[in-house]
């Protein structure tokens, strides 16, 4: 068989003749050859295959600069590309329909805009991260600023610190930009796939290091919050405390499956076995919420160290107590001190006030 036009080589490619020219021009289906005269271009029936898998490739999404590096792998390899891409974007779908529902249940609640210009607020805020009275080393990691706050706690071993503070670094860019309010979720999400990113980077051979992590991201009276593990956020509201996020471990998961009650997981020898975290997996699936603060509100992040052993009550006398942020962090520390402190102690308290 001779070479085919290029009309008859798209339809045997199942593409068209414009796509087939925009491939010749990136260099992913070139013509066997081109008529001098006519300047038409001819193609190799051989080329069918090539340029069917070109086709399929774009029809899943694929960027046409990754198309040419999977069509220059042998068979076992492009496959295994194709997989590691389908499974980013289906990471990348997963979130942005997170994100999709947080925009709805705002809208839903009567929201218009993404922000209340009428309140102008200001924070006011501190942080500890105290070693406690057992351990040698410190693997928790916190950063407090005006618009960004964040507790890490690096999974126990070698690399735990490291993965810690790969975490807060990653996001510590965050705190030098005034993010618009309508991007807050979203651009806290792309932050938080990037921590994880450097936390993978530290694997050495088998050991991949990992970190829980709860990070809330300020604009306006805004707060965008996102939660992977056992760190916890809480919020003190007109003296009520609630707890913003949930443990990522096994024994809440057998809670929440009816198998174990509360006061039973509480003593579990696996309390501390997590699901979810930075590093770990195939991929991290983070939880992710938008509020609005009020003047008044105070919040806390922390670490187990302190929600494991110091009681709710007494982290929300804690709290309510009528200290400033420094004050209030210090007593929390020595309430997990006066519980032994058998962990590492990390935990950010954030007050808003009228602007």
């Known amino acids: ?41 001819l193609y190799d029936p051989a080329q069918v295959p090539s340029a069917r898998l ?10 046409l600069a990754t198309i040419r590096v999977v069509c220059g792998l042998d068979p076992a390899a492009a496959a295994e590309a194709v997989t590691a891409y389908w499974r980013r974007v289906t990471a990348d779908t997963a979130a942005r329909a997170r994100l999709a529902t947080l925009l709805v249940d705002h809208l839903s609640e009567g929201g218009t805009t993404m922000s209340d210009p009428s309140t102008a607020v200001v924070v006011r805020y501190a942080a500890c991260c105290d070693t406690g009275l057992v351990r040698d080393s410190n693997e928790d990691a916190v950063y407090a600023g005006d618009r960004l706050w964040a507790v890490a706690d690096g999974i126990r071993g070698p690399r735990g610190a490291a993965a810690s503070a790969a975490a807060i670094e990653a996001l510590t860019p965050l705190a030098l930009v005034d993010s618009p309010a309508v991007d807050l979720v979203a651009i806290l999400a ?17 050991d991949q290091p990992g970190t829980t992590l709860t990070v809330m991201l300020r604009s306006g009276s805004q707060l965008a919050l996102a939660h992977v593990g056992d760190t916890r956020a809480y919020l003190l509201r007109d003296g009520e405390l609630s707890l913003l996020t949930q443990d990522h471990t096994w024994v809440r998961a057998q809670v929440d499956q009816g198998r174990l009650d ?22 991290v699936e983070v939880d992710l919420a938008l509020r609005t603060a009020r003047p008044g509100d105070r919040y806390l992040l922390c670490s187990d160290g302190l929600s494991a052993v110091v009681d709710r009550e007494a982290v929300r006398s804690a709290l309510a107590a009528p200290t400033d942020p420094e004050q209030t962090v210090r007593a929390l520390v020595e309430s997990a001190r006066a519980q032994g402190a058998p962990d590492n102690i990390a935990c950010v308290v954030a007050d808003v006030v009228a602007g």
Do not use: W
């Open 1 to 41: 068989m001779g070479l085919m036009t290029i009309g008859a080589f798209a339809q045997a490619a199942g593409l068209t003749p414009k796509a087939l020219r925009l491939y010749d021009q990136v260099g992913l289906v070139p013509p066997a050859a081109v008529d001098a005269e006519s300047g038409y271009r």
């Open 54 to 63: 070109v086709a399929r490739l774009r029809g899943i999404g694929m960027p």
């Open 190 to 206: 792309a932050a938080v796939a990037d921590a994880d990113r450097s936390v993978r980077g530290l694997a050495t051979g088998d």
């Open 262 to 283: 509360s006061a039973e997981a509480a003593v579990h020898p696996q309390r501390a076995l997590l699901v979810r975290a930075l590093g770990a997996g195939a991929q």
